[in-house]
């Protein structure tokens, strides 16, 4: 168990959809990092939260959208889902967002659009 | 453009023959660079981070180094349970974000 708790750890909806991902970071972890991860793409950075405050984004469509509450829990929403968004998608959490250590990262959510 | 290149994309081994897989890297101010492993339906799993050009680490029959342009992960006599996708990242300057590579996914077989 790494500490950093993803749920849910499958889901399955159809097109046009709304689903929301949860993940609740590492003890004492201020960042939260959300990638996506597809066959062909690999890990691709989305956005990147620090207690609670966007730092960055990276290729997150505007479709989808983030927010860190102030426990630091961090949800990922993803609307009107098309076939294509169908992937891993992780959560990643570290202590410092120029931390030399990584980060850790959760089990995953597999999201399935049908 | 920031851009992390891993090869091969599969490799298959047999247990204890030793190989290397490759990371190179186009960045702008690199800040450190990153392996990490992971195994199926799992979260990638943090191995190590290199910083400057000819530093080394190591951490059981894994060794990682870093040049100017690239990274190499050798592996030494290998075994099953080395079998996992390597992914390779690195951090820029200016940012905090990984940028990874696609991986290279190996097979260790007794």
């Known amino acids: 168990d790494s500490g950093v708790t993803q749920t849910p750890k499958h889901l399955i909806t159809a097109t046009g959809q709304r689903v929301t991902l949860r993940c609740s970071p590492r003890?004492?972890?201020?960042?939260v990092y959300w990638y996506q991860q597809s066959l062909d793409q690999g890990l691709q950075f989305l956005i990147h939260?620090?207690?609670?405050?966007?730092?960055a984004k990276g290729n997150i469509l505007e479709r989808f959208s983030a927010q860190q509450f102030p426990d630091l829990h961090s949800e990922l929403n993803l609307s009107s889902l098309e076939l294509g968004d169908s992937a891993l998608y992780f959560c990643a959490s570290s202590n410092d967002p120029k931390t030399n250590y990584g980060y850790t990262f959760g089990s995953g959510t597999r999201l399935t659009v049908v | 453009e920031d851009q992390v290149t891993q090869s091969p994309e599969a490799l298959r081994l047999q247990e204890g023959e030793s190989s290397s897989l490759n990371c190179s890297y186009t960045v702008s101010g690199l800040r450190g660079l990153f392996w990490y492993r992971q195994d199926p339906g799992k979260g990638p799993e943090f191995l190590f981070t290199l910083y400057s050009a000819g530093e080394e680490k190591e951490k059981e029959r894994l060794k990682a180094t870093l040049t100017k342009k690239e990274s190499f992960l050798h592996i030494t006599a290998p075994k099953p349970e080395d079998s996992a996708t390597y992914l390779c990242a690195v951090r820029r300057q200016a940012g905090t974000a990984l940028i990874f590579g696609k991986g290279t996914t190996l097979s260790v077989s007794s």
């Open positions: 939260y620090y207690n609670g405050e966007e730092r």
């Open positions: 003890s004492g972890d201020l960042s």
